[in-house]
């Protein structure tokens, strides 16, 4: 239990307490310190105080924070109080009442659960108006307007869910604004709270008086010619649009559809005030580009990966294409890597005319296979980029003493993988230099930006020279000591990067009680089995969390079936090799990299997040199974 349960633990403790006196009251009259009184309630009461919270936390009250207060947060709750008066009625007849002779009599039981429920009841509710939520942002502490201004076309049920979504969800930075109908009935009227304008035809003129930043179509019953014209409506505004729930196969509201369409993106960064607040300070200060919020960024970047330097540039890609400069690879050398990662790794080495040469992958752990590695090495191998392929690292022990045989330098792809660790040993900086990158969908971000790791100074001076139009360190404004680029790292990222990166312990931490839900929800799933971890990786940093289908289940059909529930999920990766420009540069053909071809086929990204919770991994397992069954069954 983390220690932010605490005070609600001793808050129902405390609850406890207080029904017990009450219900001594009504069985034995006003408390008073004397015998026989202290024996009939003392005992039972120091017991209740232990067996009450016990209980609660057996049936999962305190598993969780109460952001949405659900039926099933009820039954826990009602369970647990019921529970505890089972446990308590058991002790006091066989023990209480034997060792102490008189006790807490039954029926006395009886009335402190009813009003322990109450009080519980009451408390939690209270607590669900009240509680803060770390990931919640306080626009008032920012200063900024808090959202984007929502239409929702539909005050029907559909409309009103996503109407509740948007008050629930403040991560969606959304503002419900009015409803559009064409309900005669519902025109004028006002539905939770909002407005209700209509019919549909009006939406233009409804849009501009209300300032509507973006419309979300909630008539899943209508049909699909009426929400395509109002696409095409929207469209010609402009406005920004999006259907909820997705198109259904014959129009109707299904049971099928997830109870929360807007809450399931494919990934989500975590921001919170405190990285809008770090921007708007960036802001103010006036300095952009070049400053003091990169110099620190650099520093913890450092330290999280255990390197000695850390340079901050603008993406993944071309931190990749910085290494292999450093690596001073060219025409004629050829560089070897995975097939099976996001084409960068790959196109980073063709930026400096240097030629790819794949290495087939471990088909469980999706990472280069180092028994394959030997035999692609050449006369012509310079380096070698090693993928820690979905923030598994890769096994790094054989790669590297390869390379040390061959004299090759290793450049670790980690831009999925930061904070992952291989045998204790922290990814990133045990080739000559490493990479990490922060799109928001990795698991912090800036933005966009990545950051280079090394423990060679040398390497770590150049990295900044490139960066910045190839100027040394002593050198002016305009004076370039080499071809250099500009890939610095704005402040406004940095500052991003900062927060984010003093949050990333228990960001990744989260990411890791998320994967781990999925991959209990989904056990005994033979169809779409989860990623196997290598007893090599001591520490996984999941970036995305992915299934691999069994062989015969048409991955494509699975995606096109789980989009019509509204669940969003991806291919992931479609091996480099094959990618229309390598096959026509290179000659590939299909078959060249079997394992990576064959992953390529059957790997299906779930939707993943830091904030996910279990309710929707639940929806995206359950309609995972259900598009499985339908395939597989024809049913
Ligand atoms: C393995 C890998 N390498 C490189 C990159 C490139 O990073 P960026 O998108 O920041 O350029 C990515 C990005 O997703 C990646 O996953």
């Known amino acids: 239990m983390k220690i932010r349960y605490w005070p609600v633990v001793l808050a129902d403790v405390f609850l406890t307490f207080i029904s017990v006196i009450f219900a001594a009251v009504l069985r034995f009259g006003p408390p008073h310190f004397g015998e026989p009184y202290l024996s009939l309630v003392l005992p039972f009461m120091v017991a209740a105080m232990i067996l009450r919270p016990a209980s609660l936390a057996v049936a ?294 240097a030629t790819p040469v794949f290495v087939d992958i471990d088909p469980q752990t999706l990472n280069m296979d180092p028994a394959k590695l030997e035999s692609a090495i050449t006369e012509k191998t310079k380096a070698i980029v090693a993928v820690h392929v979905f923030g598994q690292p890769a096994d790094m022990d054989p790669i590297m003493a390869i390379a040390g045989k061959h004299n090759l330098i290793v450049i670790e792809d980690a831009c999925e993988a930061i904070g992952a660790d291989y045998k204790d040993r922290r990814v990133g900086a045990m080739g000559r230099a490493g990479t990490f990158a922060f799109y928001p969908n990795k698991q912090m971000t800036t933005g966009e930006g990545a950051a280079l790791v090394t423990n060679d100074e040398e ?17 002016g404004w305009l004076n370039h000591s080499r071809l250099g680029y500009n890939y610095r790292m704005s402040e406004l990222n940095a500052a991003v990067g900062v927060v984010q990166l003093r949050r990333l312990e228990e960001m990744l931490k989260k990411r890791n009680d998320v994967a781990n839900a999925y991959t209990k929800v989904l056990a005994g799933v033979e169809e779409a089995k989860p990623l196997r971890l290598a007893p090599t990786t001591t520490n996984m940093s999941w970036f995305v969390y992915v299934v691999r289908l069994r062989e015969g289940i048409p991955r494509d059909s699975v995606i096109t079936l789980m989009e019509k529930r509204g669940i969003p999920t991806r291919p992931y990766f479609s091996p480099i090799h094959l990618q229309p420009f390598y096959r026509r540069q290179f000659g590939f053909e299909p078959g060249a990299f079997p394992q990576s071809e064959a992953a390529g086929e059957s790997i299906v990204a779930l939707p993943f997040h830091t904030n996910m919770k279990v309710e929707e991994i639940e929806v995206v397992c359950r309609a995972l199974k259900d598009v499985i069954r339908e395939i597989t069954t024809g049913a």
Not at 292 to 321: C, M, P, W, Y
């Open 60 to 353: 999962g009250v305190y598993r969780k924070l109460w952001r949405y207060s659900t039926t099933r947060d009820f039954v826990w709750l009602i369970s647990g109080v019921i529970g505890g008066t089972v446990v308590l009625f058991l002790s006091a007849r066989y023990v209480f009442i034997p060792v102490w002779e008189q006790s807490f009599t039954p029926p006395a039981i009886l009335i402190e659960g009813f009003i322990n429920l109450s009080l519980v009841v009451i408390f939690r509710f209270l607590l669900k108006e009240t509680e803060h939520y770390q990931e919640d942002i306080d626009w008032k502490k920012t200063g900024l307007t808090p959202t984007r201004n929502v239409l929702i076309v539909g005050a029907g049920s559909a409309g009103v869910h996503a109407f509740t979504e948007i008050v629930d969800n403040p991560q969606l930075g959304l503002r419900a604004m009015a409803f559009l109908d064409d309900e005669a009935s519902k025109i004028g009227r006002q539905i939770q709270g909002l407005p209700v304008f209509g019919p549909t035809i009006r939406i233009a003129e409804v849009v501009k008086q209300q300032g509507i930043d973006e419309v979300i179509i909630a008539i899943p019953g209508a049909p699909q010619q009426t929400i395509m014209n109002i696409q095409a409506r929207c469209q010609e505004i402009p406005v920004p649009c999006r259907t909820i729930p997705h198109f259904l196969e014959g129009g109707e509201e299904s049971a099928d559809v997830p109870t929360s369409a807007l809450k399931l993106p494919m990934s989500l960064p975590d921001i919170t005030a405190e990285e809008i607040q770090a921007v708007v300070k960036v802001m103010q200060s006036r300095n952009l580009s070049i400053g003091s919020r990169t110099v620190e960024f650099e520093k913890l970047i450092a330290d999280v990966a255990q390197a000695k330097h850390a340079v901050a540039v603008t993406n993944g890609t071309s931190a990749l294409h910085l290494c292999m400069i450093a690596s001073n690879v060219g025409s004629g050398d050829e560089v070897i890597t995975t097939p099976f990662s996001f084409i960068a790794s790959a196109n980073c080495i063709l930026f400096e005319k």
């Open 459 to 475: 390497w770590a001076n150049l990295f900044r020279s490139l960066r910045n139009q190839g100027r040394d360190k002593f050198d």
